[in-house]
């Protein structure tokens, strides 16, 4: 059974509603699946899932703290153990959205591969925008390094 991690940080829900998306869709396709938030993350957590999806709301045109402390404390713990781990990124925005290039920096700094398009999300997910991050969550499950 794939493992998926899904990290995010989150002030007011819509970023961890877009997580939530992403783990019933990995669920879905029969994913076991890690959800937490980047401040309960360990690094351990890194190392042991097969793909993961990083996400976070955009917090003056970078990633937000909590993502951020999890990426900063996993670095060196992880390093060399992650390489080619497929992961997707995905982010919540009022409107600008360029935070997103600060989440796929820093998975380029861990050599993670990036097995789809970022998920960029004006506000809180609804309708489609679900059914998409659903689709994702599915594509991590079913990605294999
Ligand atoms: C401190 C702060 C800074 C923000 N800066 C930006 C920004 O630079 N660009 C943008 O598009 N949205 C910005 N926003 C809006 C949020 O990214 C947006 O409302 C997001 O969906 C919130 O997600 P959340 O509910 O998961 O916290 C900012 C919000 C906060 C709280």
């Known amino acids: 059974m794939a493992k998926v991690l899904v990290v995010y940080c989150s002030m007011s829900g819509n970023t961890k509603a877009a997580a939530e998306a992403i783990a019933v869709g990995a669920r879905g396709a029969g994913a076991k699946v890690t959800l937490k938030s980047g401040v309960e993350a360990q690094p351990k957590d890194l190392t042991d899932c097969d793909a993961v999806a990083l996400g976070s709301y955009d917090a003056f045109s970078y990633m937000g703290g909590g993502l951020k402390d999890f990426l900063d404390r996993a670095y060196y713990p992880t390093q060399g153990q992650v390489t080619d781990k497929p992961y997707a990124a995905f982010l919540t925005h009022g409107g600008g959205g360029k935070a997103i290039a ?18 960029l999300i004006k506000g809180k997910p609804e309708g489609a925008t679900l059914t998409a991050l659903k689709a994702l969550g599915a594509k991590l499950a079913g990605a294999k390094k």
């Open 102 to 119: 600060s989440i796929e920096s820093v998975a380029q700094s861990f050599k993670l591969k990036k097995i789809a398009d970022a998920a």
